[in-house]
């Protein structure tokens, strides 16, 4: 039995990016997955019989998730885990400069591009979501661009996969749902398609469970 619990909802967001670091080093792991019904969260729904996290939100270290449960305690906060299991795993580079870079980019991915969607996505007028959505539009394509300058090859650090492409990936495909609009520069896509074809990350994403971004 694995020794790898990850608690979430039945949602990709903030989750996904630890699930994918998972396969990608060829892990088993449990995924926990929850439906929601607390506010202000949105509804998450989920399979006939899945627990509710309004049950078990006080078992949480901050009553947040995602949470990694590992050799009998509980972790939080995405980035930390998934950096974690990047470096227990492989996932984080050869040496310390390649490490700062992989930090980088997946900082990058998921503070200032995700971080915006999530914003706009839950912006709860409409004067606030043309805001966030005409500076998302002229910010994040800079910030894409930037991010595929500092790749080195196939792969951001070159032909080694790593937590950086995962993260780029990710929040890829979270761009997608949330701002369609958005151009993604071509040498980013490329990294993306690199990523999605190797192969426990290609059989992963032809098996996974239909669910919200």
Not at 109 to 119: E, N, R, S
């Amino acid at each position: 039995m694995s020794d790898l619990t990850l608690h979430y909802f039945n949602v990709r967001a903030k989750g996904e990016l630890i699930r994918l670091v998972l396969v990608a080093a060829g892990q088993e792991f449990v995924d926990k997955r929850y439906a929601n019904t607390l506010p202000p969260l949105p509804e998450v729904k989920g399979p006939s019989g899945m627990e509710d996290w309004a049950d078990h939100k006080q078992e949480m270290p901050l009553g947040q998730m995602p949470v990694l449960e590992f050799e009998g305690r509980k972790f939080c906060q995405q980035g930390a885990i998934a950096r974690f299991l990047a470096k227990k795993f492989g996932l984080m580079g050869d040496n310390l400069m390649e490490e700062f870079l992989v930090d980088m980019v997946q900082e990058t991915m998921w503070t200032d591009v995700g971080g915006k969607l999530i914003q706009y996505n839950f912006a709860n007028n409409a004067d606030a979501k043309k805001i966030f959505k005409e500076e998302n539009e002229k910010m994040i394509p800079v910030v894409l661009s930037n991010v595929a300058s500092w790749a080195k090859g196939k792969f951001v650090l070159g032909s080694k996969l790593s937590l950086a492409d995962l993260a780029i990936m990710d929040v890829c495909k979270f761009m997608e749902t949330l701002a369609p609009e958005i151009v993604v520069p071509e040498a980013l896509k490329k990294l993306r398609q690199n990523a999605e074809a190797e192969e426990r990350i290609a059989d992963y994403l032809a098996s996974r469970a239909e669910c919200p971004p």
